[in-house]
Structure formats: C-alpha cells, structure tokens
C-alpha cells in the first residue's frame, strides 16, 4: 500500500464538511512475454465521511470497500487484452 489518508474539505466559514479516505496502491506489473504490455500504475480510491468521524473510525469503515474495489480496478489492468 502506497499511501492512506483522511483529508478536509473546507466549506464556508472554515468548517470543514466532508472527510476524504483515500487509499493508495502503487503496483508494477511485468510482462515477460510481451515486455510492451508491462505497466507501472498508482491506483487510488476514496470514500467521502462526515467530517464529525475519526480518522479510525473511517479506516474500519472504508477499508475492505476500498480495497476490493482497487483490487478489482488492478484486475482489469491486468488482464484486458487477455
């Protein structure tokens, strides 16, 4: 995993409205077969929370969500021109 983060969007007033939870991955894929299909890519996902939730409490919430669905994304990448 390459980065996780929990970031502010600040509204009118400086009060910040949403959190965002992002998760990173950085995934370098090798084709020895065919050199040219081989890609280096940062996958990211995020899912957006009330800015009352902890950084915790969003991490045990998001997590398996996120992670799924950038697994699924890595897939795709992965195997297209299969």
């Known amino acids: 995993m390459k980065n996780v983060t929990l970031s502010t969007g600040i509204s009118?007033?400086?009060i910040a409205k949403l959190n965002r939870f992002t998760i990173s991955v950085?995934?370098?894929?090798t084709n020895s077969?065919?050199?040219?299909?081989?890609f280096?890519?940062?996958?990211?996902?995020y899912e957006e929370s009330p800015s009352e939730e902890s950084f915790e409490s969003a991490k045990n919430?998001?997590?398996?969500?996120?992670l799924n669905l950038t697994i699924e994304d890595i897939y795709k990448k992965a195997f297209v021109n299969w």
């Open 12 to 14: 009118h007033g400086d």
């Open 26 to 29: 950085k995934v370098q894929c």
């Open 33 to 38: 077969a065919e050199p040219d299909k081989g």
């Open 40 to 45: 280096e890519t940062t996958f990211s996902r």
């Open 61 to 66: 919430k998001y997590t398996d969500d996120i």
